[in-house]
């Protein structure tokens, strides 16, 4: 498109006919013949005991800078396995996923050392996500604000473990909103964390937005994903069934969901 402006449309993540398969150890069942468990030996691709989840089904879209992006649709559906493969942790079956720089997953389950402090973790967690030890000094304060952890006593000293899961989810949000990401994957990160909080992730989003980067937002919250994203990707049974403006694929949405 020769008369776009070359500072816009600049892709950040392409996904290309991406199929995603688990491997899952274990027979279907323990009984069954042994003629069937030979057919299932001979059975081309498939090992023995070995189970195949086709999660992610010829997913295709290019995501610019930018972008905020909501990945919604129903339980199981592939959104979380999108996003793992988005950040480069799922080998793809087929197709492939390029993206530009170095995706940020910031999941609810992102590995935070439960033995360790509050503290200790927000130093770890930001030299993970590259940033240095300067740097981290730097926003350290900053970080423990945002995530309200110490709002009712001094928990940042104490262990993650002593966090109720809400805490533990707004401090992993909290870290990785610290840093400027080139893409940045939050998953359900919204849905823990008081209105308050909520809020604070929402703007951090959009501030993020801003500075120029991707954001993917998975999220069973319309709410969120309104506020939040300028388009939805909405997958069902890892097919990916509309891409589009947030309003338009929620309309549809919502229309498939009864809500
Ligand atoms: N580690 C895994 N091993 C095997 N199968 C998996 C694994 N993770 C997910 N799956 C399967 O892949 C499919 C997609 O799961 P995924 O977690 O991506 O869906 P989701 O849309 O994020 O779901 P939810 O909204 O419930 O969080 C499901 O059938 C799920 O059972």
Redesign the pocket.
């Known amino acids: 498109m020769a008369e776009q402006k070359q500072d816009e449309r600049i892709p950040t993540v392409i996904a290309d006919d991406l199929h995603?398969v688990?491997?899952?150890n274990g027979a279907k069942s323990g009984k069954g013949s042994a003629t069937a468990a030979l057919s299932r030996i001979l059975k081309r691709g498939e090992e023995r005991g070995v189970r195949k989840?086709h999660?992610?089904r010829g997913v295709s879209f290019v995501a610019y800078r930018g972008e905020a992006i909501g990945?919604i649709?129903?339980?199981?559906?592939?959104?979380?396995?999108?996003?793992?493969a988005i950040a480069g942790l799922l080998p793809a079956e087929q197709g492939k996923v390029y993206t530009d720089g170095q995706p940020s997953l910031l999941g609810v389950n992102a590995a935070l050392m439960n033995d360790l402090t509050g503290e200790r973790n927000v130093i770890l967690g930001g030299l993970a996500m590259g940033m240095s030890r300067e740097e981290i000094k730097e926003r350290y304060q900053d970080i423990v604000d945002f995530s309200g952890i110490n709002e009712k006593g001094d928990f940042i000293t104490l262990p993650m473990r002593t966090y109720s899961s809400g805490m533990a989810a707004r401090l992993r949000f909290s870290i990785a909103a610290a840093k400027d990401h080139d893409v940045l994957m939050i998953?359900?990160a919204l849905a823990t964390g008081d209105r308050k909080f909520q809020k604070r992730s929402e703007d951090r989003i959009r501030e993020l937005r801003k500075e120029a980067g991707t954001v993917f937002l998975?999220s069973?919250n319309n709410k969120s994903i309104r506020d939040t994203c300028n388009r939805v990707l909405w997958?069902e049974r890892?097919e990916l069934r509309m891409d589009g403006p947030t309003d338009e694929v929620l309309k549809e949405y919502e229309k498939f969901t009864g809500k």
Request: no cysteine.
């Open positions: 995603i688990y491997r899952v989840v999660a992610v990945l649709g129903s339980n199981g559906s592939g959104k979380s396995t999108l996003l793992r998953d359900e998975v069973h997958l890892g």
